[in-house]
């Protein structure tokens, strides 16, 4: 062993020189087929680069032809969830953020994943939202891509159902639904929700918020609730109940 050992060492020196020839050679073939990679993924991106700064050219000229006025830019209050009403006849949370905060009735209620409701009553300091899923509920939606138009309508179900679609249309389980932008309330293109099932020849829409989990959302003034019709009589009006509402006698 004592005589073999100078021997075997010597002998191991070339393999292991080979050995390690041998992976950096490996190294190399791999750090040149991801530079290869990378320039192809580069050249995809310059790509895309191009075309995209194309198509905002073409849409700033657009827009200049058409003269279009510029979206509103919306300001936002972020509350709490302080009390849920959901139940079998209503569908409605109270946040603590009221008049006093800026918040006005017809504010569009929104998480993170998209449309919960909008603000029906507001106090001084407390508001209450009414959800997408309440029987009183009706927005205008459409079908992201297909600009199919309907109504999304509550039934106090945990999903609300597509009404007036056009007759013969193709919705597909999937399809993803977003605000249409019509009626005064919802500017165009919040998310809502996605095609989750048929009930007879109504679509059912499962919305991408989790209602029932909601803690915090933001009440987003968009400019637009202006456009909406003021309370009846009887109703809440800026927060405040009339005698009539609270079963007072009215003293004239």
């Known amino acids: 062993m004592d005589a073999a050992a100078p021997i075997l060492e010597m002998l191991s020196r070339p393999l292991s020189l080979l050995d390690s020839a041998l992976s950096k050679g490996s190294d190399f073939l791999a750090a040149y087929r991801e530079n ?13 680069q191009q075309a995209a700064l194309g ?13 279009l006025a510029p979206e509103p830019a919306g300001s936002y209050v972020t509350a709490r969830v302080i009390a849920n009403s959901g139940g079998t ?23 993170g994943d998209g449309l919960i409701g909008r603000v029906t009553e507001v106090g001084d300091r407390a508001a209450r939202v009414l959800l997408i899923t309440d ?4 927005v205008p939606v459409t079908v992201e891509g297909s600009r199919l138009r309907a109504v999304l309508a509550g039934d106090n179900s945990e999903h609300p159902s597509l009404h007036y679609a056009e007759e013969g249309s193709a919705l597909r389980i999937g399809d993803r639904i977003v605000t249409l932008g019509q009626g005064g309330v919802f500017p165009p293109g919040l998310p ?8 007879g020849e109504l679509a059912r829409v499962e919305p991408y918020a989790e209602l029932s989990r909601v ?25 405040k109940r009339s005698d009539q509402a609270l079963g007072q006698p009215i003293h004239r």
């Open 192 to 199: 809502v929700g996605i095609v989750a099932g048929f009930y």
């Open 135 to 138: 029987l009183n509920s009706r």
């Open 36 to 48: 290869a990679r990378l320039e192809k993924e580069n050249a995809r991106l310059l790509d895309w």
């Open 55 to 67: 198509l905002a050219s073409e849409n700033a000229q657009l827009r200049e032809l058409l003269k």
């Open 89 to 111: 006849y209503v569908r409605s949370i109270v946040v603590n953020a009221g008049r006093e905060n800026g918040v006005k009735r017809g504010q569009a209620a929104i998480t």
């Open 215 to 239: 803690d915090y959302l933001r009440l987003v003034d968009y400019g637009l609730s202006g456009a909406l019709p003021n309370p009846p009589s009887g109703a809440p009006r800026n927060g």
